[in-house]
């Protein structure tokens, strides 16, 4: 995956990025639940100067556990969560991987915020666990 598109699910905002991911983590944290509505969060790891933009998103601020903020980024029109921008690391976004154009090389190398994974979330792979996040 070398160049990553993607765009919200009614297409008024859209982005690519000429990177390699730098990472691609699943997060259990429950902020990440409750913005994706679902049990985790699948997140592509990008230097943030390597996305262009196209349209406008909205901001939502929230508190980490650990007192830095999280920036969480969606389109103003239909609601699609597609970025977080972290306050402790401006130089990494993390783009949600269900709004990538296409899916097929995403793969996960690790499962962050486990202490809080959904008691029925049982996933294959042989990967990473850790209880919150990496130091």
């Given at each position: 995956?070398?160049?990553i598109?993607g765009?919200?699910?009614?297409?008024?905002?859209?982005y690519?990025?000429?990177?390699?991911?730098?990472?691609?983590?699943i997060?259990?944290?429950?902020n990440?639940?409750r913005q994706?509505?679902?049990?985790?969060?699948?997140?592509?790891?990008?230097?943030?100067?390597?996305?262009?933009t196209?349209?406008?998103v909205?901001?939502?601020?929230?508190?980490?556990?650990?007192?830095?903020?999280?920036a969480?980024?969606f389109?103003?029109?239909?609601?699609?969560?597609?970025?977080?921008?972290?306050?402790?690391?401006?130089?990494i976004t993390?783009?949600?991987a269900?709004?990538?154009?296409?899916?097929s090389?995403?793969?996960?190398?690790?499962?962050?915020?486990?202490?809080?994974?959904?008691?029925?979330v049982?996933?294959?792979?042989?990967?990473?666990?850790?209880a919150?996040?990496?130091?």
């Amino acid at each position: 995956m070398s160049k990553i598109e993607g765009h919200c699910l009614c297409g008024a905002v859209s982005y690519a990025a000429e990177a390699q991911p730098m990472a691609t983590l699943i997060c259990h944290c429950r902020n990440c639940q409750r913005q994706s509505g679902s049990a985790f969060s699948v997140n592509v790891v990008v230097p943030t100067d390597s996305i262009v933009t196209q349209g406008t998103v909205k901001t939502f601020t929230d508190a980490a556990d650990s007192g830095n903020t999280v920036a969480r980024q969606f389109c103003p029109t239909c609601g699609s969560p597609l970025f977080s921008r972290l306050s402790a690391n401006p130089a990494i976004t993390v783009i949600k991987a269900g709004t990538l154009d296409d899916t097929s090389a995403v793969q996960p190398g690790a499962q962050l915020w486990c202490d809080s994974r959904q008691a029925w979330v049982r996933l294959e792979g042989d990967m990473p666990e850790m209880a919150k996040n990496p130091a």
